[in-house]
């Protein structure tokens, strides 16, 4: 049988996920990238058992979980710092749920690609597609392929090329994000180690999560019309005055982060001829439920799966939406409609790690051991 070949814009997740799937069985790939290296971009990055289940077909997890914290509770805290309420995680929830940096995931992502056989191109900006299967670069070069993809994020250039968007919206709220040093009392404390989001009843929230032994991820959330909490580096004074008792872990935020307002995208459809569209660039969603990864490394799993059962690419691409479309978006729905309410003070009994918010946690993903359909990576 002849080798077939992929080039796929963008080496972020769902692109290094694809490479090494498509890569396990058989195909050549190239991986278009148009930044000089790479890397990871942003701080810290959740990963429930769906996608570790991926991880582990991919071969990346045991070097992700070694790296990773796994927190034993979601604690729900009023800006005071009183806690609200508790909910475990692990057995009890029927998932694990993993933290780590952007760059540990990426750069165990980035060994198995290269492991795989992924040829990766650097400075290369691709600027759209053709439907025949072939990525257009900014300078005009042309590469064709059995197949292209576009895994080039949010602002995707190919899918846009291809007009496949059919609903596009810029949400009312966003983030900072930023990694800071675990201090010697927050990696031994009992309750350091779990997740907690501080809520304040003007609306604005703290995420504050353990990675690593050495790193902690904060999330400074808010709408993007309160313009002095939206100024990175963070303006410590206008957080601080929400959140008075998280004074001093907000001062140690002196420099550092991002300001990113929560986007989603829904496509009319997920390919168009031999084109198909991955990660963000198809399905970007608020980070809510924490599975934007998750689904991103799912999909690409799913679509070498439909890839490696036919010679027949417009029957494989029909077959990978048809199969994964629903729960995706499910799931952008869900993280939409609980951003709209996120920001208020949950009450006491409120859980939001309900069997509706886990369905896609405990989701067992097409290729994977225990799946339905299972192939190997």
Not at 151 to 169: I, M, P
Not at 243 to 271: E, H, M, N
Request: aromatic share 6%; net charge negative; proline share 3%.
């Amino acid at each position: 049988m002849r080798t077939r070949h992929a080039e796929i814009a963008g080496a972020g997740y769902a692109g290094l996920a694809l490479a090494i799937a498509l890569g396990r069985r058989g195909w050549t790939i190239r991986v278009h990238e148009q930044a000089s290296a790479l890397r990871a971009f942003g701080a810290g990055i959740y990963i429930w058992e769906n996608g570790l289940r991926v991880l582990r077909t991919l071969g990346c997890h045991d070097r992700v979980v070694a790296g990773s914290h796994e927190a034993p509770y979601y604690r729900a805290c009023g800006a005071d710092g009183t806690t609200i309420s508790r909910h475990a995680f692990g057995p009890e929830m029927g998932t694990r749920m993993l933290t780590m940096t952007r760059q540990l995931l990426y750069q165990a992502l980035l060994n198995e690609a290269v492991s795989a056989g992924a040829e990766f191109q650097l400075n290369s900006r691709i600027a759209g597609a053709h439907e025949t299967g072939a990525l257009v670069a900014a300078d005009g070069q042309v590469y064709r392929a059995d197949l292209a993809v576009g895994a080039d994020g949010v602002g995707s250039a190919v899918r846009d090329s291809l007009g496949l968007t059919s609903f596009q919206k810029t949400c009312s709220d966003g983030a900072i994000r930023i990694l800071v040093p675990r201090l010697a009392s927050e990696r031994e404390a009992t309750e350091a180690a779990d997740v907690k989001a501080y809520f304040a009843a003007t609306g604005q929230r703290i995420l504050c999560t353990p990675c690593d032994g050495e790193n902690l991820y904060l999330a400074f959330i808010t709408k993007t019309e309160d313009t002095t909490r939206t100024e990175v580096p963070i303006n410590q004074t206008a957080w601080s005055v929400v959140f008075p008792t998280l004074t001093s872990l907000i001062r140690r935020c002196s420099q550092g982060g991002r300001w990113d307002t929560y986007q989603v995208v829904k496509l009319a459809r997920w390919s168009a001829g031999r084109v198909a569209v991955l990660g963000d660039a198809g399905h970007s969603m608020p980070p809510t439920l924490g599975q934007g990864a998750g689904l991103a490394l799912m999909n690409a799993l799913s679509l070498a799966v439909a890839l490696d059962e036919t010679d027949d690419i417009d029957s494989a691409l029909r077959l990978w939406e048809e199969s994964e479309r629903p729960l995706t978006e499910y799931t952008q729905d869900l993280s939409y409609s609980l951003l709209s309410t996120g920001g208020h003070l949950p009450s006491r009994d409120m859980s939001p790690w309900s069997e509706a918010s886990l369905r896609t946690a405990r989701h067992i993903p097409i290729g994977t051991e225990g799946a339905e359909h299972r192939r190997d990576a």
